[in-house]
């Protein structure tokens, strides 16, 4: 398996302007979560999903944040409009509902917004 | 509220030193806990996880243990090797359905 996957591995962009993130988990794990991580806060659940309904969002910081996941094997986690303080490294981890629910995550994208 | 703690903050040791790395968690009634390797500028990779039924886990050079009743978990690295060097962290669940609660990390220098 090819491990979680998740592009644009970077993206910088300017204020305003929409960003959207995109994860495709490991085939069978039917439970997705989004991550931020910054120097100042570590690392922040944003929201997840058990097959493919939010489960949890309480963790995203504000109305510019939305997350979908239509099937299985695809999420997005979009912000709108984006902000300096945006700037983060998102991740995504996905694992499956039943079992030891060893938590895999992606690589990560690396988001600078001027 | 569950709340974990990673102590050192950060960890330098010469190669060949074995270290042990220390978690706390407030609340004892966890179902696993997850020990994690991150590099610079990289992801997560999960080293070890143990189940609440569990002592210990071992994975080559890596021993990870848990005592529930006290809250803690140590994660033992022996004779390390500056391809050691990175952030650990510590996570969490408190039940099958629930999430992982991530500790700040320690980050490890291992100098030749």
């Known amino acids: 398996d090819a491990g979680v996957i998740q592009s644009p591995r970077h993206e910088v962009t300017e204020m305003g302007q929409e960003v959207t993130l995109r994860c495709k988990p490991i085939s069978g794990h039917n439970s997705l979560f989004w991550y931020r991580q910054t120097m100042m806060r570590g690392l922040e659940l944003l929201i997840y999903?058990?097959?493919?309904?939010?489960?949890?969002d309480s963790g995203m910081p504000e109305d510019r944040f939305s997350a979908k996941m239509p099937n299985a094997s695809f999420s997005t986690l979009k912000i709108q409009p984006s902000e300096p303080r945006d700037s983060a490294v998102y991740f995504c981890a996905s694992h499956p509902l039943r079992g030891y629910n060893e938590q895999f995550f992606g690589p990560g994208t690396r988001l600078t917004v001027l | 509220k569950q709340e974990v703690t990673q102590i050192p903050a950060a960890l330098s040791v010469p190669e060949g030193e074995n270290l042990v790395l220390n978690c706390s968690f407030t609340?004892?009634?966890?179902?696993?806990l997850q020990w994690f390797r991150q590099d610079p500028g990289k992801g997560l990779t999960s080293l070890l996880l143990i189940q609440s039924s569990q002592r210990e886990q071992t994975s080559g050079r890596l021993n990870a243990s848990l005592d529930k009743s006290s809250g803690r978990s140590t994660l033992y690295i022996a004779a390390s090797q500056p391809g050691d060097s990175a952030t650990y962290l510590c996570?969490?669940?408190?039940?099958?359905?629930?999430?992982?609660?991530f500790g700040k990390g320690t980050m490890l220098l291992v100098s030749p």
């Open positions: 999903f058990n097959n493919n309904v939010p489960i949890d």
């Open positions: 996570a969490v669940r408190n039940s099958g359905y629930s999430t992982l609660t």
């Open positions: 609340d004892s009634a966890i179902y696993n």
